[in-house]
Nanobody, 123 residues
Framework: QVQLVESGGGSVQAGGSLRLSCAAS????????MAWFRQAAGKQREWVAY???????RYADSVKGRFTISRDNAKTTLYLQMNSLKPEDTAMYYC?????????????????WGQGTQVTVSS
């Protein structure tokens, strides 16, 4: 059983910062990539960023320069540092993990998902 548990969500004013965490238990040895997705009310879920097990990171255009994804030394905890938050960042944020040798921004490629943590940015 693999479980991903997000934390760190909350409410913040525009321009503020939050750091999200995702802790994994029962993590598979084959896991190579972890990622963040988000889903705003009434919209489809979208990819935010991913991190490989060797440190390569990629970001969606909408968050480049503002968000930073990182992992701990064991590569079982994922973080998302969110700076310069905007109201359009308001969404439920989901942690996801993917087994295999490559990462992607496609939701269907990820094997494990957390329950989400809400981020609300007020103007």
């Amino acid at each position: 059983q693999v479980q991903l548990v997000e934390s760190g969500g909350g409410s913040v004013q525009a321009g503020g910062s939050l750091r999200l965490s995702c802790a994994a238990s029962g993590y598979p040895s084959s896991t190579y990539c972890m990622a963040w997705f988000r889903q705003a009310a009434g919209k489809q879920r979208e990819w935010v960023a991913y991190s490989t097990n060797y440190g390569t990171t990629r970001y969606a255009d909408s968050v480049k320069g503002r968000f930073t994804i990182s992992r701990d030394n064991a590569k079982t905890t994922l973080y998302l540092q969110m700076n310069s938050l905007k109201p359009e960042d308001t969404a439920m944020y989901y942690c996801a993990a993917k087994g295999g040798a490559s990462c992607s921004g496609y939701e269907t490629g990820y094997n494990y998902w957390g329950q989400g943590t809400q981020v609300t940015v007020s103007s």
